[in-house]
Every structure is written in structure tokens, then in C-alpha cells.
């Protein structure tokens, strides 16, 4: 959603959805636009990775 700064403003005092990430992005130290985009989207990659593998894991024991 954008910087922990960033979302706490912006949701002003509520709780926070369970599927909301913040802050955006793995924690690369990142510098500049482009650096940060490649953050972004390596944690896009690492949360849809994790979740097929819950999938397939429920599937396995089910």
C-alpha cells in the first residue's frame, strides 16, 4: 500500500486488512524508483508463491 508512514495516515486509526502489505516491498534497502519497483514486485512473487504452497499444501492433506 505504500510506506508505514504512508498507510497509517491514510487509514487514520483502523484496523488494517489482513490481505493489505505494508510497507510495500521487500526490504532490499532499495534506491530509487527502479530499485524499488524490483521490490515490489519481488514481494508480489514471494506472496503468490506462499500462497500456492498453502494451497497445495491443504490439498495434500486433505
Known amino acids: 500500500m505504500g510506506s508505514k508512514r504512508r498507510t497509517e495516515r491514510m487509514l487514520s486509526g483502523l484496523q488494517v486488512p489482513m ?15 527502479e530499485e524499488i519497483t524490483v521490490s515490489i514486485l519481488a514481494e508480489l512473487i514471494f506472496v503468490r508463491r506462499k500462497k500456492r504452497k498453502q494451497e497445495s499444501d491443504s490439498h495434500e492433506a486433505g
Request: hydrophobic fraction near 45%; charge should be negative; avoid cysteine.
Open 19 to 33: 490481505n493489505v502489505h505494508f510497507p510495500v516491498g521487500l526490504a532490499i534497502e532499495a534506491e530509487g524508483p
